[in-house]
């Protein structure tokens, strides 16, 4: 598995590609991997991380960030 680097992203925005975000306030409820399991994955601390891909739309982003208990999931530009 392959994690979104800021580099990445980076090169996602200038191809005019959003990606998701997750913050520091994650608290690791896995609610984001149960709804997106292509989108994220937990890390060894138990909190959500993105992973690496080439577009994120239609993956149920917008359901997750719903979800998301604490609001920590955002999209970027
Ligand atoms: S739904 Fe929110 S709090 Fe739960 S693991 Fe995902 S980002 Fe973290």
């Known amino acids: ?3 979104l680097s800021e580099e990445q992203r ?3 925005s200038e ?4 990606s998701p975000h997750v913050n520091e306030t994650c608290i690791g409820c896995s ?6 399991p292509d989108v994220y994955d937990l ?5 959500s ?3 690496e891909l080439s577009n994120y739309e239609n993956l149920s982003v917008d ?8 609001n920590a999931i ?4």
């Open 31 to 36: 609610a984001c991997v149960a709804i997106c």
């Open 1 to 3: 598995m392959w994690l």
């Open 43 to 47: 890390d060894d601390n138990g909190l």
């Open 63 to 70: 359901d997750s960030i719903q979800a998301c208990p604490v």
């Open 10 to 12: 980076k090169k996602l």
């Open 74 to 77: 955002s999209w970027k530009n």
């Open 15 to 18: 191809s005019g590609v959003r």
């Open 49 to 51: 991380v993105v992973k």
